[in-house]
Structure formats: structure tokens, C-alpha cells
């Protein structure tokens, strides 16, 4: 038998080198409902041991707690594990709901600090800017940020949600070595520009909710009532009313790859994720978020599968047959300004 380890690669041109699959701890602690603490801890051992070395919060997890949660595992692994961070989002305590979105170059530098507080570390290893505020200057943002290269008190930078245009102009100021949009099956708008920049800028791409915000596993038959009241999907224009029936509905041909794969559905989800990289040539490492060891497992070993020529025909049609947005407010994404 093989080795349960998953394949590395160079995360974009001078990059980290990571796991192939990276995980999203932003549901041990915050957006979906009650966690088993306890689980959630031996899973980001249990994906440490199966390769996954990439591990992705933000300070606005819960106003932080998701950086506080994951502090003591990174710093047990330091060498090992590549700490990934975000900022740009600043929630309102007395009302989480709303959002301000900040790249100004003095929250940039009071984000960092709280971060690198929170997480017990002197150094973060790549620095994502969580979302574009289009009132500063895209230059002067990731100018504040390349200051924090040259501190020391980050390695790496990256970028969330941005334009194909927005990346160029970020890369003329200081190198960025990832790019974090969603992707997946039922999310493929960063394939109308986004990902051609990265291509041509040698930039690696790292998708997040590549299962569809858990659309993709076949966990749903009516979303919409099988959500906690606490469950941020609920807000989610895919996850409410006719549209949780209809995209319900448009899983059979993953149902029947995966079948053909003696796969789970999820896992041929995330085949189609990681195969892009061939595909398109880039560095590709989705981020699918769990909270139990048994996901991990399931989620790495889709590393492994290849997916065929009438695989890919058979996928090809969900995304354009997806009912909803992926926000109600698409204002801040690349697609609702590219």
C-alpha cells in the first residue's frame, strides 16, 4: 500500500512548498454552528500526519477565536505546518452581519500585530488581504503589506477575491504568491480572467469552499431547513428557498463519477478542484474546511483520483445550471467588478 501522505508543490513562483490540499479552519470555531472542540483538534493533527501542511483562518473568524483556536497546533509544528492569515474584514461586534471592509495602510498594520498576538507567532507565513476595498489605491495596499515583508513579520503575500486586472497592478508592487477565490464545480466565474492572470503572473491558486460550502458532499436534499438557525448559510442566496431544490438536484452526474470511481461525491468534487492545476497549469490547493478526521481522510484521498475525458463531460454543465449567487451582496468579489 501506498503512502497515505498527499503530493507537495511549490505554491506559486518562490512559494512555500505545501501539501497539494491545504485545510480551512474557519468551521472549527466560527460560521457553522456548534464544534466538538476536542475532534476538531485531532483533526488538524490527523491532517498533519496525511500531508496537509497549509492550514487558512482570518482574524474575523469570530473576531478572532478561529486564530486563538488554531494558535497551540501551529506553534506545537512550527517548522512543519505553513500559517496562512487574512485581513481586511472588520465585523461589528454588536452586529456580526455587517461588515467593513478595510485595506488602508494603518488597519493593515494594526491587523497584523493582532494577529501575530493572537496566534502566538513572530512571523506569519502568508498574509492574504481577505477582501478589495476599491476606495484605496490596490498599489498603496500592497505597499503597506510589502513593508511587512521587509519588517519580518511576514513571508508571504496573497490576495483574496480580486480581479485579474487588480492582481497585475498588485504584482507590479511586490511579488504575490497566492490568490484565494472560490472555485469549484458549482463557483467557476475566476475561470473568465482570473485565473489566466495567475497563469501569466505565475501566481498559485488556493480554492476556497471547493465542495460548494458542503453542496458538493450530497449532504443537502432541502438545505434551507436542515441549516441550524446559527448556520451562516442561511444568508446564502444558494442555500434558501427554490434555489437549496434546485441545486439539490444538480448532483447526479457527480453521484454517478463517483460511483464509476468508488468514490464519495465530495471526493470527485475535489478531483475536478485539483485537477485544474494540470489543467491550466498552475499550482492549485484547495482548502475544503472540516471538523472531523474522517473528512480529512475522505478530502485528502481525492488527491488521488483521476478524473477521465467523459469524467470532465459529464461535470462540465452543473456550474452553468447553478441557481443563485454565491453572496447576496457580490459587490466584493472579483466577479462583481471584473
Keep these: 500500500m501506498g503512502s497515505e501522505k498527499i503530493e507537495t508543490v511549490e505554491l506559486g513562483n518562490g512559494g512555500p512548498r505545501v501539501g497539494v490540499q491545504g485545510l480551512g479552519c474557519m ?29 487558512d483562518t482570518a482574524d474575523m473568524y469570530g473576531m478572532g477565536e478561529n486564530e486563538k483556536f488554531i494558535a497551540p497546533f501551529i506553534r506545537a509544528h512550527r517548522d512543519e ?21 478595510r485595506n488602508d495602510r494603518a488597519y493593515i498594520r494594526q491587523a497584523v ?29 500592497v505597499g503597506a503589506m510589502a513593508e511587512l515583508v521587509a519588517e519580518g513579520k511576514v513571508k508571504h503575500l496573497g490576495l483574496s477575491e480580486v480581479t485579474g486586472s487588480e492582481l497585475r497592478a498588485a504584482q507590479a508592487v511586490h511579488p504575490i ?10 463557483s467557476r466565474d475566476i475561470e473568465e480572467g482570473v485565473v489566466q492572470a495567475a497563469v501569466e503572473l505565475g501566481v498559485g491558486l488556493v480554492p476556497y469552499s471547493p465542495l460548494g460550502r458542503g453542496f458538493l458532499t450530497g449532504a443537502f436534499v432541502h438545505a434551507d431547513k436542515e441549516l441550524g438557525a446559527d448556520d451562516f448559510r442561511r444568508q446564502q442566496p444558494r ?9 439539490a438536484a444538480l448532483l447526479e452526474p457527480v453521484r454517478a463519477v463517483a460511483e464509476a470511481h468508488g468514490a464519495t ?11 485544474q492545476a494540470t489543467a491550466r497549469g498552475l499550482a492549485v490547493v484547495p482548502i475544503p474546511g ?14 488521488r483520483i483521476r478524473l477521465t475525458e467523459q469524467d470532465l463531460a459529464q461535470l462540465e454543465p ?20 471584473e
Design 81 to 101: 505546518v505553513v500559517l496562512a492569515t487574512k485581513f481586511a474584514i472588520s465585523l461589528d461586534p454588536d452586529d456580526p452581519s455587517k461588515r467593513i471592509i
Design 265 to 275: 461525491p465530495g471526493q470527485i468534487a475535489l478531483a475536478w478542484v485539483q485537477q
Design 177 to 186: 504568491t497566492a490568490l484565494q477565490s472560490e472555485w469549484s464545480l458549482f
Design 290 to 303: 472540516t471538523r472531523k478526521r474522517s473528512r480529512i481522510e475522505e478530502n485528502t484521498g481525492a488527491t
Design 239 to 247: 442555500f434558501t428557498g427554490d434555489n437549496a431544490a434546485a441545486n
Design 318 to 337: 452543473i456550474a452553468g445550471q447553478v441557481a443563485g449567487a454565491r453572496y447576496a451582496d457580490m459587490s466584493f468579489t472579483s466577479a462583481g467588478r
Design 27 to 55: 468551521g472549527m470555531s466560527f460560521a457553522y454552528g456548534p464544534t466538538d472542540t476536542d475532534e476538531a483538534r485531532a483533526t488538524l493533527e490527523r491532517a498533519l500526519e496525511l500531508g496537509v501542511t497549509l492550514f
Design 113 to 141: 500585530e493582532g494577529s501575530l498576538r493572537r496566534l502566538g507567532v513572530d512571523e506569519i507565513d502568508l498574509y492574504y488581504m481577505h477582501r478589495r476595498d476599491v476606495n484605496v489605491p490596490i498599489e498603496e495596499s
